[in-house]
C-alpha cells in the first residue's frame, strides 16, 4: 500500500518489500532512542522535554496478540507461535473535579440488554420480559456523552513485545519524559489484570489505581446469567450489581455473588473452565481481587477516567498493521514495527521530528555508522 501511495502521489518507484527494509530501519533507530531514555531514567539523568504541567494525566495499559514466527528463518509462517505485545496510552486530559459524584446513577446503555451483550461479548437471548415491578431497559443507539467525562488534550503511545520489567521500564521513562509525574491528578488505568497492578506499584506508586468499568461490567454480567433463573432473573441480578459497582458498594455485590455462590456449590477441582460454578467463582475472584481499584464516585468526582476506552482504541490501530492471520514476525522486525506504529500515533509528531533529524542525504547512500 505504501508502495503503491508513494508511486500514484509522489512519483516515485520503490518496492514494497524496500519501504518493509526501510521502515524496519527507522524503528530500529525509534527502539534505540526509546531504550537510551529508559537507561536515563533509570539513572535518574532524565528531564522532561514538556515545559508545561498538566491539571489532569492517564496512564492507561493492556496487551494484544500477534504471531511470531521461529528465529532464522525466512520469511513465511515458520513454526508460528501466539506471542503477546504490550502497550501504553500517556494521555494530558482536561476535566472538572466537582463536590459530589456528577453521575450517581449509571448510564442508560448499561441498561440496554443488547449493548451490554455487545460491550462484555457475551451472546444475547430475546430480551426478557422483566419482572417483580423492573422497568423495562431503555433502547440506546449511542450512548451520549456526560459532561464529567474528561476530554483528551495530548496522546503518546509506547508499544513493545518485550517482558513486564522492560514494558514498565519503558512507561515510567515516557512518563517522566512528559511530565506527567507532576500533574496534580493521576490515573493508571488497567483492565484488572495481575500484572498491569504490579507495574503501577512498581513505576506509578502515586497515581490512581482505576480498573476499568466495562471489565467489571462484564464479570457482573457472566456471574447473573452463571447463577442461573430466569431471564427476568438473570437480567435483575445483573442490574442490581452493575448498579452497586457504578456506585462503589462492591462490598454489597460480592455479598450476593457469594450468597449465590453458597447456593450453587463451589466447583470441584476437575470442573469445566465452562462450568456455570467456575464461572461465579472467576467473577468473584475478579471482583475481590480490584475491590479497592473500583471507587467510581471518587474518580468521577476528580474528573479522572473510569475505562480503559483510550488504550483499548489504540491497540486496534496498533493491531491494524501488525496483527492478521497473514502476519507473521520476526522478534526484531516486531519491535521495530511497533515503534514506528507508536510513533505515529502518538499526538507530538515525534516520528517526523525523527525523520527530519536523521543523519544523510536522500541523494545518497547511507554509510555505516
Known sequence: MAARTLRLLADVSISGRHVGRLTEAVGAELVATRDEQAEAHRRRKLDARVPNTPDVVAVEVDGGRYQCRARGHGCGARSPQW??????????????????????????????????????????????????????????????????????????????????????????????????????????????????WAIQKRWFAEYVAVVDVIHVLGYVWQAARASGGSDAEQWNRYVRGMRGGWQGRVSEVLAEMDRE?????????????????????????????????????????AGRPVTSSWVESLIKEVNYRVKGTEKFWNEDGAESVRAVRAAVLSDDERLAKHLAARPGSPFYRRTAA
Open 83 to 196: 506471542r503477546e505485545d504490550k502497550v501504553a496510552c500517556l494521555v494530558t486530559l482536561t476535566s472538572t473535579a466537582h463536590d459530589t459524584d456528577p453521575q450517581p446513577e449509571p448510564p442508560a446503555c448499561f441498561l440496554d440488554r443488547t449493548h451490554v451483550g455487545n460491550m462484555t461479548q457475551c451472546s444475547v437471548a430475546r430480551a426478557p420480559g422483566i419482572a417483580g415491578g423492573a422497568a423495562d431497559p431503555p433502547v440506546v443507539s449511542s450512548p451520549e456523552r456526560i459532561g464529567w467525562q474528561p476530554e483528551r488534550v495530548v496522546r503518546t503511545c509506547v508499544a513493545t513485545t518485550r517482558d513486564r520489567e522492560a514494558f514498565g521500564r519503558l512507561v515510567g521513562a515516557e512518563a517522566k519524559a512528559r511530565n506527567v509525574e507532576a500533574a496534580g491528578r493521576r490515573a493508571f488505568v488497567g483492565d484488572g489484570q495481575a500484572y498491569n
Open 261 to 301: 455462590q453458597e447456593r450453587i456449590g463451589e466447583p470441584p477441582e476437575d470442573a469445566e473452565h465452562t462450568d456455570v460454578r467456575v464461572v461465579l467463582e472467576r467473577a468473584r475472584g475478579y471482583l475481590k481481587n480490584n475491590a479497592d481499584r473500583m471507587k467510581y464516585p471518587e474518580y468521577r468526582k
